[in-house]
């Protein structure tokens, strides 16, 4: 009897993993447009409202296939939240009414007459074609109000599994489902903007350093644990020229010396990781590498004001963060690599359309199903009462990303463990940590 009951579990166990490959595989590309093409007609649940298991069905309109899987688990809460407002700066306000119609899209895409502020409204997208409207919106959200950038002093970027395991999986890094957790590493990331700064109109737009008349961007970023690959670090410089690669040098210990990534690196694994360079903050890739279609607008879940500092993830795999939910409309763009040789044949980005952050990225295989999940967390300014809000307390701030693949059922689970902030930069500081030159100071 008990040799029968051993066998039973162990064809149920097999049943199960054989159902979850076949989960994994059956949601396409047609698939997501039909869904996209569904009209809504029920209202969101009102904030305050903790859906469970038994009313996951109700969210359906508001999670795309694919994703809503992720849901279907006994503990599952899902918090929601009323809709946010999240106005930009009065200075990037000012700034997008200053050259309003000034901007245009080039033959190849390019973006051309840009000074500073929003470049597109919404009413010259919906009035383009798709293509050019996809290219518009693609560079609303590459220049969407940031001021100078973004600074984490510790992230952590924890590699889990598909193995079941007794919960909580890691409390400590904000892991309290099952899976198995691979490895975790810990980072430090800093974004600086050189150019087209709404709040610079004195100093045309721009930060006054030597490099800043060819580099749009610049990010930072140093691994800081575990010890085989502590000290390895980073500097990606974004170019003005859109049709000018990036230059990603990198700083290898072990090697003990600076090498050039070749641009077609940015299409590779990050770190052994479940996402790449281009897919920083959902989408940070070059807008000419791609084709770009604008495909409308949808309402969509996902996360503008994580409630935790530390975000808390949950279900089988911890992949599911707990926390709160809003409903909120996003411009929809297809995006399809332009390079035969990219992993992904394309993928849907979902723009709040409000503050034109990525909420969520599709991203499909060459057999065009759905091969991951990768869904942006964020956090509105925390002001204290009687505050006003500042420059530096004006941007909606990146908190985490979680990252699903689901063709092999594993995922990288990016948390913020620090305050993200956005501090005011000066040529000294940026000459300090972004110059390639630091990457091997002190070594």
């Not at 009209?39 to 296939?65: C, F, M, S, Y």
């Not at 890094?173 to 004195?202: E, I, K, S, T, W």
Request: hydrophobic share 35%.
């Amino acid at each position: 009897m008990n040799l029968r009951n051993v066998a039973i579990g162990l064809f149920a166990l097999i049943a199960n993993l054989l159902a979850l490959n076949v989960c994994a595989i059956d949601v396409t590309r047609a698939d997501i447009d039909s869904w996209l093409a569904e009209k809504t007609v029920a209202d969101p649940p009102v904030a305050g409202t903790v859906v469970g298991r038994a009313g996951l069905e109700t969210l359906h309109p508001w999670i795309a296939p694919g994703y809503r899987e992720e849901f279907e688990f006994d503990a599952i809460g899902v918090e929601m939240q009323a809709t946010g407002d999240y106005p930009v700066h009065p200075s990037y306000a000012s700034a997008t009414e200053k050259f309003k119609g000034q901007a245009s899209i080039g033959a190849d895409g390019a973006l051309e007459n840009y000074v500073a502020g929003q470049p597109f409204s919404i009413e010259q997208i919906e009035s383009a074609d798709p293509a050019t409207g996809g290219y518009m919106l693609a560079w609303d959200q590459i220049h969407r109000w940031q001021y100078y950038g973004y600074k984490v002093d510790e992230l952590t970027m924890a590699y889990v599994g598909p193995n079941s395991s007794q919960a909580p999986l890691q409390p400590e890094h904000g892991l309290d489902g099952g899976g198995n957790l691979d490895r975790v590493l810990h980072q430090a990331y800093h974004r600086v903007y050189l150019n087209n700064l709404a709040m610079l109109p004195q100093q045309n737009y721009h930060i006054e350093v030597p490099d800043s008349d060819t580099r749009f961007f610049k990010d930072y970023i140093a691994f800081l644990a575990p010890f085989n690959i502590k000290g390895t670090r980073f500097v990606v410089e974004r170019m003005r020229d859109p049709h000018a690669d990036d230059q990603v040098n990198t700083y290898l210990p072990t090697e003990r010396r600076v090498r050039r990534f070749s641009a077609q690196e940015r299409s590779d694994s990050f770190m052994g990781s479940n996402g790449t360079l281009d897919d920083f903050e959902g989408f940070s890739g070059r807008v000419l590498d791609y084709k770009w279609n604008y495909l409308g607008q949808r309402q969509i879940m996902f996360i503008p004001d994580t409630k935790e500092d530390l975000q808390r993830t949950y279900g089988p795999y911890s992949r599911v963060p707990n926390d709160r939910w809003q409903v909120r409309n996003c411009y929809v763009v297809e995006v399809i690599s332009t390079w035969d040789g990219h992993p992904y044949r394309s993928r849907v980005l979902f723009l709040d359309a409000q503050t034109l952050g990525v909420a969520l990225s599709l991203v499909f295989n060459h057999d065009n199903d759905l091969w991951k999940v990768l869904l942006t967390s964020y956090r509105a300014p925390r002001l204290k009462a009687g505050d006003k809000q500042s420059l530096e307390t004006s941007v909606l701030s990146w908190r985490g990303q979680i990252n699903i693949d689901r063709l092999a059922n594993t995922a990288t689970v990016v948390q913020a463990r620090t305050e993200t902030v956005h501090p005011t930069m000066t040529k000294s500081k940026i000459k300090r940590i972004f110059d390639v030159s630091s990457l091997t100071a002190g070594q």
